[in-house]
């Protein structure tokens, strides 16, 4: 039976231009505690070089297609603004793709959550105040 609860974990440290020293560490210690059998969760992990903006998108996007009722999405590492948005930046990071936009997220959480399922987001990064999901009163999201 699948897990009615699941959890994306991404943390990146090894950014070329500004490397970080403890997002892949708190991203292990997150993934871990949630992998504890008394809380149910399936959870993914993307570290470093596994946390590209495409493979973060595609692993957002299997997150929320899944048959759970509570999701995490957690990330540590940059977070950075541009003329264009706010975005979690990914390790292939680049001016002309910054990363995982908020409006991204935001839209394809309130596309694909549903009525049913409970999503909680944990940014832990600069920026992360940014991010506001609180407008749609049918469906569930924490940040």
Do not use: W
Not at 120 to 137: E, F, K, Q
């Amino acid at each position: 039976m699948a897990s009615s609860r699941r959890a994306l974990v991404v943390g990146v440290n090894d950014y070329p231009q500004d490397p970080l020293a403890f997002c892949v560490r708190d991203a292990e210690e997150i993934a871990a505690a949630l992998s504890m059998p008394e809380y149910l969760f399936e959870v993914q992990t993307l570290l470093n070089q596994d946390a590209t903006r495409r493979q973060a998108k595609a692993a957002i996007e299997d997150l929320l297609k899944q048959d759970a009722e509570f999701i995490i999405f957690y990330f540590s590492g940059h977070g950075r603004t541009t003329d264009s948005g706010v975005y979690l930046s990914t390790v292939d990071a680049d001016p002309l793709e910054p990363g995982i936009g908020l409006d991204y997220l935001r839209r394809v959480i309130l596309a694909r959550a549903g009525r049913n399922k409970r999503v909680v987001i944990i940014l832990d990064c600069c920026h992360a105040g940014a991010a506001t999901l609180r407008d749609s009163a049918e469906i569930a999201i924490n940040i």
